[in-house]
Nanobody, 125 residues
């Protein structure tokens, strides 16, 4: 089992920066591909970023490329999402996810095995 707990969300002004953290409990974190997704009411969960087991490969959609950075520290079993130049369009609940025993990265939410509870990010104009 892998338990994921997100933190770091909050209310910020447009243009601000935030760093989200996702702490993992369990013994297999270093064997998981990790990702961040976000979701607003009435909308499908949206891919934000993903990172491979050792951090060597990352991938972002065009909507956040250049503004968001995903990273991980396997010694701390934690994945991070650093966000800058935030806009109201970034307002959502942000979730981290883990794909167990995966050496690849994925952008589809349905392939991930474990999910955190989410952390709210609200960006005011």
């Amino acid at each position: 089992q892998v338990q994921l707990v997100e933190s770091g969300g909050g209310l910020v002004q447009a243009g601000a920066s935030l760093r989200l953290s996702c702490a993992a409990s369990g013994r297999t974190f270093s064997r998981c591909a990790m990702a961040w997704f976000r979701q607003t009411p009435g909308k499908e969960r949206e891919f934000v970023a993903t990172i491979s087991q050792n951090g060597g490969t990352t991938y972002y959609p065009d909507s956040v490329k250049g503004r968001f950075t995903i990273s991980r520290d396997n010694t701390k079993s934690t994945v991070y999402l650093e966000m800058s130049s935030l806009t109201p369009g970034d307002t959502a609940v942000y979730y981290c996810a883990a794909k167990l025993y995966s050496s690849a990265t994925f952008t589809r939410a349905e392939v991930y095995d474990y999910w955190g509870q989410g952390t709210q990010v609200t960006v005011s104009s």
